[in-house]
């Protein structure tokens, strides 16, 4: 059984440019979540899809938006990207409440 | 607004000892919580979970309890070791998880 797998691990954009970060979930979980740490924060909720809906938001601006695919994969997307983008990405796949597997996570540097 | 707050940044403790890791909420909707450990460069593990019918969960050295009333929840951790040297999430289950800030926990040798 794999978990959670997130690409790429690091990656540097600058101001303005547009990012895509991947994640493949857990073998049978059909939820997947995308939360957002910054630094000496705990994780932020940005969205969560379930059989490839958007199915919760949190409070980011429409310039995040994601995908999930028929095999339960997902993309994060960010637009226009700012310096306080600046943060750890982390995916998190579930198939029952309370289960969340969460992956190693994408550190992303906007400068 | 801070939903689910962990106020103490940081803990350190001795080996052997026990750790005490407090969590606070203000939304009484949550009904299910849950702690995670994080070590750098890895994702959240979960490691323990209540739910609000419950007042006390054990797995092992970990023991959460969950206070209702007072909108407060613990994790225990009997005995310490090095090895819990981590940080450590509180997060509440509301179709998403709200997580707390997290504390570091050091435990010393």
């Known amino acids: 059984e794999t978990g959670v797998t997130q690409s790429p691990t690091h990656l540097i954009k600058t101001r303005g440019q547009q990012v895509t970060l991947r994640c493949s979930s857990q073998?049978?979980?059909?939820?997947v979540s995308w939360y957002q740490q910054a630094l000496g924060q705990g994780p932020q909720f940005i969205f969560q899809?379930?059989?490839?809906?958007?199915?919760g938001r949190g409070n980011f601006p429409p310039r995040f938006s994601g995908l999930q695919f028929p095999n339960y994969s997902s993309e994060l997307n960010v637009n226009a990207l700012e310096l306080d983008d600046s943060a750890l990405y982390l995916c998190?796949?579930?198939?029952?409440?309370?289960?969340?597997?969460f992956g190693s996570g994408t550190r992303l540097t906007v400068v | 607004d801070q939903q689910v707050k962990q106020n103490s940044p940081s803990l350190s403790v001795q080996e052997g000892r026990i750790s005490i890791l407090n969590c606070d909420y203000t939304?009484?909707?949550?009904?299910?919580f849950l702690w995670y450990k994080k070590y750098p460069a890895e994702g959240p593990t979960f490691l323990i979970s209540?739910?609000?019918?419950?007042d006390k969960n054990e797995d092992g050295r970990f023991t959460v309890f969950l206070n209702k009333s007072a909108k407060h929840l613990s994790l225990h951790i009997v005995p310490s070791q090095p090895g819990d040297s981590a940080v450590y999430f509180c997060?509440?289950?509301?179709?998403?998880?709200?997580f707390g800030a997290g504390t570091i926990l050091r435990v010393k040798s």
């Open positions: 998190a796949s579930s198939l029952y409440r309370g289960g969340y597997t």
């Open positions: 073998s049978g979980h059909n939820t």
């Open positions: 899809y379930y059989r490839e809906e958007e199915n």
């Open positions: 939304n009484s909707m949550f009904d299910y």
């Open positions: 209540i739910s609000s019918i419950k």
């Open positions: 997060a509440a289950d509301g179709n998403k998880l709200v």
